[in-house]
């Protein structure tokens, strides 16, 4: 059986499917897209994925995209990892996760990091960015206070899915220089929940190959 290939750019949404891949403890090639280069849009990768974006993942010479539907295929193909809550309302909770990083949290950042794709003076795409902050701080304050009342390790109750490294991306996001919040301080219950998935060895693997540095959470 052909290995499976990841497509994915260094510390972008991809490394959410990245990690879980690593936790299925799948058979996977891991293929870089110089994404700041436009690689993205070549006609080879076009050819594989044509919306231009990470993350895809083949499968043999089945291709699927999007977060979401990797990372479902990811637990269901490979079972015995557990990556997909068995019973139905962690099952539940595991969607919603899913749908609320993609539709919600995503597209909030994008309207700062690709205010391009929405505006095309500059008066506008500093309009988008003042705007997308706002709305972006709003949805991740929704995503501590989801975190906070449900009080439990992951993301869909007492066991890890594939929902918990889609989280992951965003408290990176935050973290990073871009966003610059302060996340330990701001988002106390969401940071815990990273440093639980910064202990995980899949984690870290995932990081090491992507060239990503481990953050540094203190004392």
């Known amino acids: 059986m052909a290995r499976m290939k990841l497509f994915y750019a260094p510390g972008a949404c991809s490394l959410a499917s990245h990690i879980a891949l690593e936790e299925a ?7 870089r897209i110089d994404t700041a280069g436009g690689q993205q849009r070549s006609p080879d990768y076009l050819k594989i994925n044509p919306k231009g974006r990470v993350p895809a993942l083949a499968d043999g010479d089945f291709v699927v995209t999007e977060n979401p539907a990797i990372l479902r295929y990811v637990a269901v193909t490979h079972p015995e990892a557990s990556l997909w809550p068995a019973d139905p ?16 949290v995503h597209p909030s950042y994008a309207h700062i990091r690709r205010a391009e794709r929405y505006a095309t003076t500059d008066e506008g795409r500093r309009d988008v960015v003042e705007t997308g902050k706002r709305a972006t701080r ?24 594939v929902a918990d490294p889609y989280l992951l991306v965003f408290w990176s996001w935050g973290n990073g220089s871009f966003l610059g919040y302060d996340m330990a301080g701001d988002f106390p ?10 202990a995980r060895p899949a984690v870290r693997a995932a990081f090491e190959r992507e060239g990503l540095k481990l953050p540094a959470f203190g004392a």
Not at 94 to 102: G, H, I, K
């Open 25 to 31: 403890g799948a058979d996977f090639e891991a293929v």
């Open 189 to 198: 219950a969401w940071t815990a929940h990273a440093r639980r998935m910064m």
């Open 138 to 161: 709003e949805i991740y304050r929704m995503v501590e206070d989801k975190l906070s009342a449900a009080g439990d390790d992951w993301t869909a109750g007492e066991n890890y899915s």
């Open 89 to 104: 309302h962690g099952e539940a909770r595991c969607a919603e996760w899913l749908a609320f990083l993609s539709s919600g």
